[in-house]
């Protein structure tokens, strides 16, 4: 790590001024991508302002548009909410599936989908059911937010407060994961609303992607047999040590399937 | 044809085994967990020395290179930096690191003129704090010239001009290229109905312990003498050869070990952390501590093991009876070498496996590449070997269309024939092969899976079963070093491996053991503990067992090659011989009582047939410490009770001049059994286990639960060789999986939920009570099995499996191919 100034403060309005006032500030969720990086030095900042101590950030609601989860909830409540189970059980699965039992106590979903690891899961679960992420100064919808690797709609100093889910008819999870980080080497999230499909990959490239002739398909029948035959192009894919670009496009298929059929488990 | 039998040294067994003990056999809680587990350990980190600085080095982003100029200035000039060196600075106060190959191939702690490989060390900084080091490390500025990166082990056999990583031993990569024939292999061969062979690919992977190597180093100008402490284990061993790379007199180095927190071999000398650090101790005038990173680790540190390229054939009868074997292989070791070829030496001990091959032929090639050294590594080349013949025979199975284990049943050596000496002139000590394999048949319920398995064909799931039976050598001899070597130069050519503790007992009866060799991961607290309270038939908790550091220190070889309960429980089992005798002599006296009519009996000590005539062992005790003159005249009773006892190999012969006969040296032999039942998701290439039995004999158990625990520990570490470990190079030498992000290892979710644990118990007719060593079976049994079981999973695609590891990008890679192909 190179030597930074650290700050713990304990409103939202203070933690924004900290950030303006630093030269190169960088706001601490959970800490589990960041941490790591910095560690390695592979990033570094002048300060870093930790939102823990901020109230008023974590929890989750249910409302009748659907389910706000606050920035700083942690993975294990979203795992383990008796609402996001009922209403979106998919959303669970997620949850549930990120990293190991430490990195869900203290990862949050702020965190996750700001860090915008071209492997992380969050961002398929915001894509894949149609959610809108609400900032200190706007909502961002789920199409506009993830822009590239490790990179999102959010301007300079801009904070995610929460994020809200619509509640879909039906949708799925399926991930192949690293063994060591179980970071997803293809995950795909499915969902179902109102005869809309949405399908998001995570984990495959630069960052979360929707598969429109996937989509389209599914919106005509909503089965794993109506993916038969669709490949997704290996141009473009992730390539590493784990997965070359071809085996990626190849579990796109084999993902896209597995969560068609999870949306379809009773 | 027949081999003549070679001479077997009578056996020095004193412990015969029996059919009750009093403390061997029992599961008893490891004494060593509470300190432990309540964070109590003090391991390489936890050293601090009043003025101590840290140091962190500075390494090559080349993997072959001249350094042309290194500019320390900026480095130097950071506040908090005590010192910077160079390789050519620290070369003149000290010389190359210690190595046991012949001739040696030149190493320093820190790179000289040129860097062979990704990781070396090219300088280091001494600093305040480590912080201010790494940071001094960004400042050091290095002019390399690239030289030609030569990473394919095949293509090492024929480079050179710059291409050569040493041109001092001649113009070319290859280390050493030796055959070695053993027995009548032409004329077997000959006989044979059926020649098996394979090209069989076993990569380079290495034990990756929690802890990392450390060594904290003080240097005192007054006495010119050096204190390290450090997580090695051979300290009382080879530890003085640190010595003699720092050019002091050995009694000038005190080495004081540290727990290790793990090792699975590769700290089993660390003669490189610990000779930086002692220069850099003498350097800075303050006591200095370097830990390695993970990077350091696995970039350049000793844990990196076999990386093997086998053609290997199996001739048989058309029957299935294994006649011989004939085995080509190169050996990548790296740019440099630890204990030269050993691991072949090794391998020499059950090449042939439990079989009754009568010869075999090895030609060994070993090459020199940019990358890390090879280093010991759990199994230490005898892993390869189980692979490779387990390979042979299951391809032999498939082409001669005879079931797994009918056609093991029918090769395996019987139990009437032990002691066995096999081809290379090794012997088996003893064994009941047969036993083993029932017992894990009758564990398994294997026609229950075999319906599972066509049941689960039929839904489109593909179950496989595999079997492996294996050697597990332990109780190695110093020979298996240096063997290979060439007969003319065949270097430092040791005999003695031994074992040693010292013994105590205390005024109140209570006993202190100092073991010689660290605590490395293992339980060698427990094991001594059980042997001495069964030789003394004392409360275990009354005894209790520290660690001698080299100035104390005598004559250990220390744990490794499975050997340290045999050997500990000889020393301990010899040390309490002595201890007995002086108490029963004190005894005597206070009961009036011939010594020979006295006996042990659960803490005391009391005439036979009399009960309650009896003295505690702390009323004994406190007698021979304090009351000593009040004994009837007794000439040269001298008063306390202790004892150190040197305990040798139990049974070693030395090769012949020519090598046609390798000696007895691996001779306390194992075996296991090992069946895992797998599922192959062939959508993504990932391996499910859905059932695992592991059988092992490892001789008379000292303790069941701790064997259950190496065996089960062993076996998701082989879990880890089989489907996912792997150093990975790229072709300009980059180690592409320097982190455990990458570098993958099984975790609890890619491991059995149950491994069922076996015993069958054939003691040993050579060792103390009968036991063989156990630590190293479960990576030797498990990448063999797990190989078969998936090529029966897909059998119906035709897939078969010639390299390791099997990732799922790699074993969907196979599936894609075969069904390309149109199978299934």
């Known amino acids: 790590m190179y030597p930074f100034t650290y700050h713990r403060p304990a409103s939202l309005d203070d933690a924004r001024a900290r950030l303006a006032a630093s030269e190169d500030g960088r706001p601490l969720a959970g800490g589990m991508s960041l941490i790591p990086t910095m560690r390695f030095r592979l990033s570094s900042c002048s300060d870093l302002v930790d939102l823990n101590a901020i109230d008023g950030l974590a929890g989750i609601e249910r409302h009748e548009g659907g389910i706000r989860i606050g920035a700083m909830t942690r993975h294990a409540a979203v795992e383990a909410s008796a609402e996001v189970r009922e209403a979106i059980p998919a959303l669970a699965a997620l949850a549930g599936s990120i990293g190991d039992v430490q990195v869900r106590n203290r990862g949050t979903i702020g965190g996750s989908i700001c860090f915008a690891d071209p492997a992380a899961d969050y961002p398929a679960g915001i894509l894949g059911l149609g959610a809108s992420v609400n900032t200190d100064r706007r909502s961002i919808a789920a199409d506009d937010f993830f822009t590239g690797l490790y990179e999102t709609a959010l301007e300079d100093g801009e904070l995610v407060v929460s994020v809200d889910f619509p509640v879909p008819e039906r949708a799925g999870w399926a991930k192949f994961g690293n063994q060591a980080s179980r970071f997803a080497v293809v995950a795909v999230m499915v969902s179902l609303a109102g005869g809309a499909v949405r399908l998001a990959v995570t984990g495959a490239k630069s960052h979360v992607f929707r598969v429109p002739e996937m989509e389209a398909a599914l919106a005509a029948d909503f089965s794993a047999e109506a993916l038969e035959g669709i490949a997704v192009a290996s141009e473009g894919l992730n390539e590493d040590l784990h997965a070359d670009a071809a085996y990626r496009a190849h579990l796109v298929g084999v993902m896209a399937k597995r969560a068609v059929r999870a949306a379809l488990a009773p | ?824």
């Open chain 2, 1 to 824: 044809m027949t081999r003549e039998r070679h001479y077997i040294p009578e056996s020095r067994q004193r412990e015969k085994p029996k059919s009750k003990y009093f403390a061997i056999g029992h599961s008893m809680k490891r004494v060593e967990d509470t300190r432990l587990l309540t964070g109590s350990g003090t391991y390489a980190d936890d050293v601090s020395l009043p003025n101590m600085a840290h140091a962190a080095v500075l390494r090559s982003p080349h993997a072959h290179a001249r350094i042309v100029s290194i500019d320390k200035s900026k480095a130097e000039a950071l506040p908090g930096v005590i010192c910077v060196m160079t390789g050519a600075e620290a070369a003149e106060v000290t010389g190359p690191c210690a190595d046991f190959s012949s001739p040696p191939t030149t190493q320093h702690c820190i790179a000289v003129d040129k860097v062979r490989h990704v990781g070396e060390a090219v300088a280091a900084v001494v600093a305040e704090s480590r912080y201010i080091a790494e940071d001094a490390c960004e400042l050091i500025e290095v002019e390399y010239d690239p030289l030609p990166v030569v990473v394919d082990l095949e293509e090492a056999v024929t480079s050179t001009g710059d291409a050569v990583l040493h041109p001092e031993r001649g113009d070319t990569n290859v280390a050493l290229q030796r055959t070695i024939t053993f027995g009548a292999v032409d004329e077997d061969f000959a006989a044979a109905d059926l020649v098996i062979e394979r090209r069989l690919r076993w990569p380079r992977s290495g034990g990756t312990p929690i802890e990392t190597v450390g060594a904290t180093a003080h240097y005192d100008r007054g006495t010119g003498k050096f204190t390290i402490h450090a997580n090695t284990s051979m300290y009382n061993y080879v530890g003085w050869l640190i010595a003699v790379s720092l050019k002091v007199d050995p009694h000038r180095l005190n080495i004081v070990p540290t727990d290790a927190g793990g090792s699975f071999g590769s700290k089993l000398f660390c003669h490189k952390v610990c000779t930086l650090a002692g220069t850099l101790a003498r350097a800075a005038g303050r006591p200095v501590k370097y830990l390695e990173d993970r990077i350091d680790n696995m970039t350049s540190g000793d844990a990196h093991g076999s990386d093997r390229l086998y053609d290997a054939q199996l001739a048989l009868k058309r029957d299935g009876t294994m006649l011989s074997m004939r085995l080509k292989v190169i050996d990548d070791y790296g740019a440099y070498f630890q204990y030269g070829v050993g691991q072949h030496g090794n391998a020499m001990a059950q090449v042939t496996g439990p079989y009754g091959i009568t010869s075999v032929e090895v030609d060994l090639t070993a090459v020199l590449t940019n990358k890390c050294q090879q280093g010991a590594y759990r199994g230490f080349g005898s892993e390869v070997g189980n692979f490779v013949i387990e390979r042979l025979v299951d391809a032999a199975c498939e082409e001669l269309g005879l079931d797994p284990v009918e056609m093991r049943r029918k090769n395996l050596i019987p139990k009437d024939a032990f002691p066995y000496i096999m081809p290379t002139g090794n012997m088996y000590d003893s064994g009941d092969y047969h036993a083993v394999l029932d017992e894990a048949l009758g564990m398994i319920d294997l026609e229950g899976w075999r319906k599972k398995q066509a049941e689960a064909r039929k839904e489109g799931r593909y179950i496989g079963i595999g079997i492996s039976t294996c050697q597990e050598r332990s109780v190695f001899s110093a020979t298996e070093f240096w063997m290979w070597n060439p007969n003319e130069t065949p270097g430092f050519t040791l005999s003695s491996s031994p074992e040693s503790v010292s013994v105590n007992i205390d005024p109140t009866g209570k006993a202190f053991i100092t073991l010689n060799a660290p605590f490395w991961g293992n339980s060698p607290e427990t094991m001594a503990v059980q042997v001495l309270a069964e030789k003394l038939e004392m409360d275990p908790a009354d005894i209790s067992v520290g660690y001698a550091d080299s100035d104390k220190g005598f004559n250990s070889s220390g744990p490794g090659g499975s050997r340290f309960t045999v050997m500990i429980a000889g020393a301990v089992s010899g040390a309490a011989d002595v201890i007995r005798e002086k108490m029963l002599r004190v005894a005597s006296h206070m009961l009036e009582a011939d010594p020979s009519d006295l006996e042990f009996r659960a803490g005391s000590i009391g005439v036979q047939g009399v009960p309650g005539k009896e003295k505690t062992l702390a009323e004994v005790a406190l007698h021979a410490h304090y009351f000593r003159l009040d004994l009837p005249e007794d000439h040269d009773l001298t008063s306390g009770i202790d004892a150190a006892y040197v305990y040798d190999h139990p049974v070693t012969t030395m090769p012949s001049e020519d090598r046609s006969d390798l000696g007895i040296f691996y001779p306390i032999v194992g075996h296991m059994c090992h069946i895992p039942v797998v599922e192959v998701d062939v959508e993504t290439g990932k391996v499910d286990f859905l059932d695992y039995v592991a059988v092992h004999d490892c001789g008379t158990m000292v303790n069941p639960m701790t064997l259950a625990g190496h065996v089960r520990g062993g076996t998701v570490n082989g879990i880890g060789s089989a489907l996912y470990e792997h150093f990975h190079y790229d072709e300009s030498g980059q180690l592409q999986n320097a982190l455990l992000s990458d570098y993958l290892h099984p975790t609890l979710m890619e491991t059995p939920v149950d491994i069922r644990v076996g015993h069958v118990e054939t003691p040993s007719p050579f060792t103390e009570y009968g036991i063989k060593g156990g630590g190293e079976g479960g990576r030797m049994g498990a990448p063999p099995a797990i190989a078969a079981a998936i090529e029966d999973a897909l059998k119906p695609l035709g897939v078969k499996v010639d390299s390791l590891p099997l990732t799922p990008k790699v074993l969907r890679g196979m599936i894609r191919e075969a069904e390309a192909n149109g199978g299934g």
